[in-house]
């Protein structure tokens, strides 16, 4: 569910960076509304945990603005710091302390008073199912737990804006989904995600918006299936229970990919609720009655190859 108000969570117009002689983001415009999820995508060596580190204030940005809950990462970098919460790629987890004094120290840090800290601390045990292992030492715990005993870490501060920097990277599947609806809870209390991943399904599964970044320019942004109506190869498939409703349909539409052993026709679509209004009327002024119909649409993974020409990380790996 996104939430607009006046003030984005997160504003950044012409930012540039570069390191040397080596351009990292060039011209980046972004606008995020509060209470929603943004991902960015893109391949190794894009510039995205540069973006990151620039929104949370660990790098100073090099030309251009850019502000996070309303204050400017350069000259505001406290204010910026106490309205956000940052997991990076690389877990932030004291292997020495448990989970619960991983917790502590956090509550410390914010200076919060010793009863409110340890009762956050309580909360957020609770809310991430960390109850049983809280007092055993980090060291012992398993990739999904030290990736939520991260999360819960950087929400010590009741941030409003959190920075999720590949958070699943290495986690199996059922931790992973663990970590999706951690995050979904997050925006339905308020909070702003940006995230960064290489794993389509996740941003697709997740993002309100999603943008493109590649060799560090925003090459496209839009919702999921704004992106995926970019592309083409979408198609609404029609399946006819004979072979006389299949030649009757193929001379209506005239030259589409035709299966005679499957009895279906594939339509060129982009899989908009116009164009299927469209084709819905066309075959009813027809009397063209298919026994079913589906509709078909590039993946962000053909999103992802158009526009940077470079297979997702899932794909290279398997």
Request: glycine share 10%.
């Amino acid at each position: 569910m996104t939430t607009t108000t006046a003030t984005p969570a997160i504003e950044v117009a012409g930012m540039r960076k570069a390191f040397g002689d080596k351009v990292v983001l060039d011209g980046i415009d972004l606008r995020i509304p509060a209470g929603s999820i943004f991902a960015l995508l893109g391949p190794n060596g894009a510039g995205k945990t540069t973006m990151v580190q620039i929104l949370s204030t660990y790098l100073r940005t090099g030309s251009g603005s850019a502000r996070v809950a309303g204050h400017d990462v350069d000259a505001e970098p406290d204010a910026v710091r106490a309205a956000i919460g940052v997991t990076g790629q690389f877990s932030a987890v004291d292997n020495k302390l448990t989970g619960e004094e991983n917790l502590w120290l956090m509550a410390d840090l914010h200076h919060l008073p010793r009863q409110e800290g340890r009762r956050r601390a309580a909360d957020l045990l609770a809310r991430f199912d960390l109850v049983e292992p809280a007092r055993k030492l980090a060291a012992v715990y398993s990739g999904g737990m030290r990736r939520r005993l991260d999360l819960a870490m950087s929400l010590m501060g009741e941030p409003r804006i959190i920075f999720l920097d590949e958070p699943t990277t290495g986690l199996d599947p059922r931790s992973r989904r663990t970590m999706w609806t951690i995050i979904r809870d997050l925006v339905a209390r308020g909070v702003t995600v940006f995230l960064t991943t290489q794993y389509l399904d996740e941003a697709d599964e997740l993002a309100d918006r999603i943008a493109v970044l590649d060799h560090g320019v925003l090459v496209a942004e839009g919702s999921p299936d704004e992106l995926k109506r970019r592309i083409p190869g979408g198609h609404v498939e029609l399946r006819f229970a004979d072979t006389s409703s299949l030649e009757t349909a193929a001379r209506t539409f005239g030259e589409v990919s035709r299966d005679d052993d499957a009895l279906t026709l594939q339509i060129p679509s982009d899989g908009g609720v116009r164009s299927l209004r469209t084709l819905l009327d066309r075959m009813d002024h027809a009397g063209i009655e298919p026994e079913g119909l589906s509709v078909h649409t590039p993946d962000l993974d053909d999103v992802f190859f158009a526009l940077t020409g470079h297979p997702t990380a899932e794909k290279v790996s398997h």
